[in-house]
């Protein structure tokens, strides 16, 4: 699997079973504006992802904060947006082996809320 950039940025291929993401000793480093080790994803022994909020100001999910330390399962095309700068978020979604991403509809960014 892999995870896309909304906007810009590069794209995240999962290549072990464990890849975390942040700003500093990470598998991939996203920027200085998240935290250290902002969040891991995980592949399952049935080959699904999972992802887990590690950061102090939370991982979205689709629009809905992830329960802190919690190992929830992502699908295809799921969005997950980190907290950024004001109001912009920095946003990826998770793309299943051999799938297509369809485009990002706007209902699934948060009101108020700007993806960059």
């Known amino acids: 699997g892999s995870i896309e950039p909304v906007h810009g940025g590069r794209r995240i ?14 598998d991939e480093t996203i920027g200085r504006s998240v ?13 699904t992802y999972r992802i887990r909020d590690t950061s ?3 991982t979205y999910l689709n629009g809905v904060r992830l329960e802190a330390a919690a190992h ?17 978020r920095l946003g990826y979604r998770f ?7 369809l485009p990002l ?7 108020g809320s700007t993806l960059v």
Do not use: M, Y
Request: aromatic share 2%; proline share 3%.
């Open 56 to 58: 102090s100001n939370g």
């Open 35 to 47: 935290s250290k080790r902002h969040f891991t994803l995980a592949r399952v022994h049935d080959g």
């Open 95 to 101: 793309c299943e082996i051999g799938k297509t991403l």
């Open 105 to 111: 509809e706007a209902a699934a960014v948060p009101e």
């Open 72 to 88: 929830t399962p992502l699908a295809h095309g799921d969005l997950i947006t980190l907290v950024h700068v004001g109001n912009a």
């Open 13 to 26: 291929i999962l290549q072990t079973s464990t890849h975390t993401v942040g700003r500093g000793d990470v």
